[in-house]
């Protein structure tokens, strides 16, 4: 449980806030490059509560300013871009990408009015079909070249989900919470026929853990049945990051009550996706990028029929921003817990001056930043020794004294989906 001046702190990122200040040190996808055509080549966003325009330039480079004009407030968004830069449609006050206004036509030419303007502008970088945009004080750390993000050969897919009509801090913390995919997603896709979509989850947990290490926090489990076994990974990778399998999810601060969710996934060389081509990308040479269909029915109700409309149910359904001061949590939270501290720590840092954890200011490590290898190459049968892929990192080095684990002794999360459900089934059947 937090107090209320806790939740407002982790949740609150307009500017000038600790936790607006804290999101803006990271780098952040914003928009997928092939969004922006010759034909329409500038688009509005909001950005932690910042309204901008963005825009790419002939030229190729990108403009992130701030929408309002910083004359009179008319919308750059209808403004006209020429060399490199952006003219306001109403009085034609010319911007350059970094904010400079370079011309204001109707003042006299001695006038020093333009160097007393600074516009709010951010720069822009490019990569794996993303433009990114940096919010916070210079020097900025690099882009982070997450491996994913900058493998080759294999098949690269991009994906913008619906906007989340809640706070960032609501997906981040589904990110440290290992046990909701069993009701979540497995028992509910099993109420649904369809057990075998539930992804491995609604196998019989037996355990489950948290460890915090370079990037964030990685999660264990242990499952068991006949095709028990145990593994790690789902990482959560600091500060608002789900790395799971092959794919990268963002989830990135509209404003306080909205979220925008960009996902990277890459299948590298041979472990393609059956119908999928190799190289594929879309008519401009990016990764192809879908939008993710809305998560509810023609009723306006959940449809609960994919896993990320059953998290947009139970993120959106906690309220716009959730009131944690009414919370109740238990072991199982224990990965949120670690989140709101590691979070906290971060805010800190930055009121003191101090640099946050997981900002990457080292070329050499950021050719490639290897996130797989902190993760099992799969869940291994009980008992079964690692046939260690060379590329990870060994479970002894993994974990260290900090890995909280949580044992279930009994009950329905011990027993699987499946039978669980037959159960409840029964004893419903029983009591009519
Ligand atoms: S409002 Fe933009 S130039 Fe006047
Ligand atoms: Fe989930």
Redesign the pocket.
């Known amino acids: 449980m937090l107090t209320p001046e806790e939740n407002e702190l982790l949740t609150r990122v307009g500017p000038g806030t600790p936790c607006g200040d804290f999101l803006r040190r990271y780098w952040h996808p914003i928009a997928a490059a092939s969004e922006l055509t010759d034909e329409k080549p500038k688009m509005r966003l909001r950005i932690l509560g910042e309204d901008l325009v963005l825009y790419r330039a002939a030229d190729g480079t990108y403009g992130l300013l701030a929408e309002q ?6 919308s ?1 968004y209808y403004g006209f871009l020429e060399d490199g830069g952006i003219r ?6 010319l911007y350059d990408t970094e904010g400079r206004c370079v011309e ?1 036509p109707f003042e006299p030419q001695q006038s020093l009015l333009k160097h007393t303007v600074r516009h709010p502008a951010y720069p822009v970088e490019k990569l794996s079909g993303f433009l990114w945009a940096y919010m916070g004080p210079q020097p900025a750390p690099l882009l982070p070249r997450w491996d994913i993000l900058v493998d080759q050969g294999g098949i690269r897919r991009l994906e913008i989900r619906p906007v989340l009509n809640c706070n960032w801090l609501q997906a981040e913390e589904n990110t440290g919470d290992v046990t909701h995919t069993y009701f979540l997603h497995a028992y509910t896709m099993a109420t649904k026929g369809r057990a075998d979509q539930g992804g491995g989850f609604g196998r019989p947990l037996q355990r489950y853990g948290f460890q915090p290490f370079k990037w964030g926090i990685l999660k264990s489990w242990t499952y068991t049945g006949d095709r028990g076994g145990s593994g790690w990974g789902n990482l959560l990778v600091y500060p608002n990051m789900l790395r799971l399998g092959g794919a990268m999810h963002w989830r990135v601060p509209i404003d306080d009550g909205h979220t925008k969710i960009l996902r990277v996934e890459y299948f590298p060389p041979g472990k393609a996706p059956r119908g999928a081509q190799a190289g594929e990308t879309s008519s401009d040479g990016e990764p192809p990028l879908t939008y993710e269909a809305g998560w509810l029915d023609d009723q306006g109700e959940y449809h609960l029929d994919t896993f990320s409309s059953q998290d947009g149910m139970a993120w959106e359904t906690q309220g716009a921003i959730f009131d944690r001061t009414k919370e109740h949590l238990g072991a199982s939270d224990t990965g949120i817990v670690l989140l709101r501290k590691m979070l906290m720590d971060g805010i800190k840092a930055v009121q003191e001056g101090r640099e946050p954890m997981g900002l990457v200011r080292d070329p050499e490590e950021n050719e490639r930043i290897d996130l797989e290898q902190w993760m099992a190459e799969r869940d291994l049968p009980l008992g079964v020794e690692d046939p260690r892929n060379e590329s990870r990192i060994p479970r002894e080095q993994v974990f260290d004294n900090r890995h909280q684990q949580v044992e279930i002794s009994a009950g329905t999360a011990r027993i699987g989906v499946v039978e669980a459900l037959a159960r409840a089934t029964a004893a419903t059947m029983r009591a009519r």
């Open positions: 004009c910083s004359h009179r407030g008319a750059l306001c449609p109403y009085h034609g006050w204001q």
